[in-house]
């Protein structure tokens, strides 16, 4: 867990990422990155269609990379992760696993480079990943919460789980569904903004 005395570092880290945004160097450093390495590839189509279908349209997957060369010195940290528009990987990843990661990809965008500390933060939170599951989450809709009121990593997993039920469930209009399908109604109004 994080105590709020251990966080008095992110915001000289945030204010440096914002910077470094205005400067461009989150596309320098992926081109670079283009031309070092291998490994790296755009979505697929089917790739696209699967987060088209559940995000929507959204203007900056051609821009999105998928990376499984460097994953191996991360690999016993994570199965994959997020650095601006290129998810990482080691070897495979699941559809459910690029619906948790475009989310990543999605805040990088709503908010630049600083989605990093704050998903770093969220998973040393006493949270991390958990949101209560679907009962919490049908009360918290009741009670107004939205999906931006959730640590970066409980708004991912959000959506992975909205996936993974979707895919699972015999009716498509179960009501354990209505909050997971109300917060994804409110990343995509946000995402026709930007």
């Known amino acids: 867990m994080i105590s709020k005395n251990r966080t008095w570092w992110l915001w000289p880290v945030e204010l440096i990422l914002l910077i ?4 461009g160097l989150p596309d320098f450093i992926m081109q670079a990155r283009l031309i070092t390495r291998s490994g790296i590839r755009t979505l697929s189509d089917r790739e696209k269609q699967l987060i088209s279908d559940v995000y929507g349209e959204l203007s900056f997957l051609d821009n999105v990379w ?3 060369s460097d994953m191996f010195k991360f690999r016993k940290f ?4 997020v ?3 290129s998810i990482n990987f080691h070897n495979s990843i699941t559809d459910s696993v690029i619906i948790h990661e475009i989310m990543h990809v999605i805040q990088y965008h709503l908010v630049g480079s600083v989605y990093i500390t704050r998903a770093l933060k969220a998973q040393k939170s006493l949270e991390g990943y958990q949101y209560g599951g679907p009962e919490v989450l049908y009360h918290n809709m009741l009670s107004g919460k939205s999906i931006w009121q959730y640590n970066y990593e409980q708004q991912a997993q959000i959506m992975q789980d909205l996936f993974d039920m979707e895919g699972t469930m015999s ?11 109300m917060l994804l109604n409110e990343v995509r109004a946000t995402l026709l903004n930007i």
């Not at 994570?78 to 992760?81: E, G, K, P």
């Not at 009716?171 to 399908?181: E, F, M, V």
């Open 78 to 81: 994570a199965h994959a992760f």
């Open 20 to 23: 470094f945004d205005i400067m």
């Open 66 to 68: 998928m990376n499984s």
């Open 171 to 181: 009716s498509t209009t179960d009501i354990s569904l209505t909050s997971y399908r």
């Open 83 to 85: 650095f601006h528009d």
